[in-house]
């Protein structure tokens, strides 16, 4: 029974029993709820009826419609079959169905193939007739200045969107096939330019003038350091000593059917044309005029691409910057001097009738230099009557591969709690990190709010033993001091079970006529929140086990922690890593202090720095677990995992440095480094990249291995080292970026051949992107091109995520 319908049958429940008397109720809690068990037993047949009237229902229309019915209104409106994607992909025919008829009636547009890559493949996509790109001889008798016979260079922008779908350089004529050659630019060819990553985002409050409460769900940024000094006025977003990459969240729904523009597709953000816009809202302001029509497409009323908020010292609320406060900046390095920051105005000045000199305009006001390419802050220096800016919040969208490690995106699932309520079998003790709510309940209460993490770990380490607690993270703060690093200290009680997550806590509702479950606490709603833990975390046992007990539980659940993670002896049991980013450059993101003993260590959909379970030549015990996640060496010298002691679970994973485990089990993996296994006679490898100089167990449809077997069938004998050499060569994956600070990172390079973008199971690629099956996607796309495209034209699918050393040469100036 899922989880929708056992909800429904304890509404029912609680509907009807609040229908008896006081006293038939109180009589039934005395003996421990008989009667409410019976009336749940009679109203789970209510329940199942009525849910399956409303499926029913719902599937009278494609909007919420089960997935199951989907099929029957592709049948309908006679859609073309698609191939299916895994499970867990995201991505489903439910748009594309829903907007059939509407591609039908614009067969033949460029407008009709940008929808479809949208519906069918989730991508942001630009359509380009590539005849609007020749040049053409000019006469003047047929004069077209758009299509001119030169380049006509401009500044910045040419070089930035040169070779993608916005690229309006003049081109002569290839006669080369748009889909198997890579021809682009001839009459017949259409090409549909899509970009790969996805963009999770922050959103922004909206207000001017905002109270701490409401900026929960928005970002804090962080000093910005001059080696471990902090400089007054200077922030940065990026967790460690590196770079955080902003992006343009996706606007297509935005456009409607109109035609896509650059601001309307998720990508990188440019600082040209953002200065180029903040400038001219800054200019109107001070000339008094309004602004020009088409010159400010990128900031909205809505806070995107991204919105800052400031709070003075002593002051209480967060005022919401203008985008013409903003002095967009190149801050890829400190300034020189360093400390030196923009003054708290502008001054701008412009000619007006036939004056020959420039009449000033006064002064407009400055509050940051702010860098979308870097995500650094430098602060203005404060306004005569104002106090220095103590705080600084960003609302921003960022670029990734699919929605992992710590961010916003939902992290709900059945398998996590929900709806906090005690029972027979578990006792909960909530602790809410949230400064911004009164902390004034009494010790021993099961739910308490406090203002750090801190207080939250101390009073768990008092009460928590034999509950299961809950330390909820409330807001998208940082703790810890940036410099130096010190520990931050967990300890877990044997036999427990605790969750520290970064989530929003719901308080429960008492509804009229409805009884109230006293054992219920509140909801825990995992989105819109990261909580930045700055030092190491030390995990350590409260007390040592009983005699044939076991040590307690800990998961981590949407946190970024910045010095990794480090596990005493005999600290936990188990410990369950989902949705963070664990990093500790240079050293081990994950490490033990001890032998392991029967410690069960589980990495869902995680970007993790190096993994050191092995301790010495001490035997260990224990297994673990990596599921969609990214694992390096983040730096360190050594493998990127450490676990020869250990047997491995592997599906979905890229591993970045050599690894090491007792045995393995692998599903769509890629080892970029040497994989070493000693226990070679259990386990299997599927599905996967193994790199030189591996030891594996048995292999199934894995690379190089397929391609070296058939180049050997082909050649009808062995081949020598070189020849094996050069087949490994051509399918290696090639990524667009490895580092871990980059928004492409672990992504697989346009140019990565079949045998690993599409060599995974069920024809995805290899690797920690398996289930966004982007190869599947782009085949869909592909398929529909005869369908939608008129008699004698050709299209090709050309994919423009680039990396990050390639959109740097484009970001000038």
Not at 260 to 272: G, Y
Not at 282 to 305: H, I, K, M, Y
Not at 509 to 535: H, L, M, Q, S
Not at 594 to 600: I, W
Request: a neutral charge.
């Amino acid at each position: 029974m899922n989880a929708p319908t056992l909800a429904r049958i304890e509404a029912e429940t609680e509907t009807i029993y609040a229908l008896l008397p006081e006293h038939v109720r109180t009589r039934d809690a005395a003996q421990g709820y008989p009667l409410k068990a019976l009336i749940a037993v009679l109203a789970g047949g209510a329940a199942e009826i009525d849910a399956e009237i409303d499926t029913l229902f719902d599937s009278q229309f494609v909007d919420t419609a089960p997935e199951a019915a989907l099929a029957d209104f592709a049948a309908l409106v006679a859609a073309e079959p698609l191939r299916p994607l895994p499970a867990g992909s995201g991505y489903n025919q439910r748009a594309y169905i829903a907007n059939t008829l509407r591609y039908r009636r614009r067969k033949g547009t460029a407008g009709a193939l940008e929808g479809l890559a949208a519906d069918v493949g989730g991508f942001g996509a630009a359509a380009v007739e590539y005849f609007q790109r020749l040049a053409r001889t000019q006469h003047l008798i047929d004069v077209r200045p758009e299509r001119p016979g030169t380049a006509i260079p401009v500044p910045g922008e040419t070089a930035a969107r040169t070779a993608t779908g916005f690229d309006r350089m003049p081109r002569l004529v290839d006669v080369r096939s748009i889909a198997r050659a890579a021809g682009r630019h001839h009459v017949p060819h259409v090409g549909v330019h899509l970009l790969r990553p996805v963009v999770p985002a922050f959103p922004a409050p909206p207000g001017d003038a905002l109270p701490a409460e409401d900026m929960n769900g928005v970002p804090v940024m962080r000093p910005w350091l001059n080696g471990n000094a902090v400089v007054p006025g200077y922030f940065q977003l990026s967790a460690q000593p590196a770079v955080l990459r902003l992006f343009n969240p996706d606007r297509r729904a935005e456009s409607g059917t109109a035609r896509v523009t650059e601001p309307d597709l998720r990508d990188r953000l440019r600082r040209l044309p953002l200065h180029l816009e903040t400038d001219e809202l800054r200019r109107a302001t001070v000339e008094n005029r309004p602004v020009r029509l088409g010159e400010t497409p990128w900031f909205d009323t809505s806070g995107q691409p991204f919105t800052l908020f400031t709070r003075e010292q002593g002051a209480t609320t967060f005022r919401r910057v203008p985008p013409r406060e903003i002095i967009i900046a190149n801050l890829e390095a400190m300034p020189t001097p360093i400390g030196a920051r923009p003054g708290p105005d502008k001054t701008y000045s412009w000619f007006t009738g036939n004056s020959a000199k420039p009449v000033d305009s006064g002064k407009h006001a400055i509050a940051c230099g702010f860098d979308p390419v870097t995500g650094r802050l430098i602060l203005a220096t404060p306004a005569a009557g104002h106090n220095e800016v103590e705080e600084v919040r960003i609302a921003y969208g960022y670029g990734i591969g699919r929605e992992i490690g710590a961010g916003p995106q939902d992290r709900n699932d059945d398998d996590v709690p929900f709806d906090i309520t005690d029972t027979d079998d578990v006792t909960h003790l909530v602790l809410v990190v949230d400064p911004t709510r009164p902390s004034n309940l009494p010790t021993g209460l099961p739910l308490r709010f406090v203002p750090t993490l801190a207080a939250a770990l101390a009073e768990w380490a008092n009460d928590g033993l034999g509950k299961r607690g809950l330390i909820v993270l409330a807001r998208c703060d940082r703790e810890g001091p940036v410099s130096p690093a010190t520990n931050v200290p967990v300890a877990v009680h044997p036999g427990s079970e605790l969750h520290i997550v970064s989530a929003q806590w719901r308080d429960k509702r008492v509804v009229a006529g409805v009884a109230d479950n006293p054992e219920r606490r509140g909801y825990v709603v995992r989105k819109i929140r990261r909580f930045t833990i700055d030092g190491p975390l030390r995990v350590t046992a409260a007390a040592a086990p009983p005699a044939g007990g076991r040590a307690g539980v800990l998961v981590l659940d949407g946190l970024e922690v910045t010095g990794g993670v480090s596990l005493a002896k005999d600290a936990v049991s188990a410990l369950t890593v989902r949705h963070c980013t664990l990093r500790a450059p240079g050293s081990a993101a994950i490490e033990t202090s001890a032998a392991l003993n029967q410690l069960d260590v589980a990495i869902r959909r995680s970007i993790v720095g190096r993994i050191r379970l092995d301790f010495g030549a001490a035997a260990a015990d224990g297994t673990l677990t990596i599921e969609e996640s990214l694992v390096s060496a983040d730096g360190a010298a050594g493998a990127a995992i450490s676990a020869a002691s250990i047997d491995a679970r592997l599906n979905d994973v890229t591993i970045f440095g050599d690894s090491a485990f007792k045995s393995l089990e692998a599903t769509n993996v890629i080892f970029a480094g040497a994989g070493i296994v000693t226990r070679k006679q259990a386990g299997c490898v599927r599905f996967s990249w193994i790199g030189a100089g591996s030891q594996m167990p048995r292999r199934y449809r894995c690379q190089p291995d397929l391609a070296i077997a058939a180049a050997a069938e082909k050649k009808g004998g062995p081949l020598s080292a070189a020849e094996q050499l050069t087949v490994r060569l051509g399918v290696t994956p090639l990524f667009l970026d490895r580092a871990l600070d980059e928004p492409t990172a672990a992504m697989l390079h346009p140019l990565t051949g079949a045998a690993v973008a599409a060599g995974g199971e069920g024809d995805c690629e290899m690797g920690v992107f398996a289930r966004a099956a982007e190869r599947l996607r782009m085949l869909n796309i592909e398929s529909l091109f005869e369908d939608y495209l008129p008699f004698g034209l050709e299209a090709g699918l050309i994919d423009d995520s680039r990396s990050s050393a390639v959109a740097q040469r484009r970001n000038r100036p």
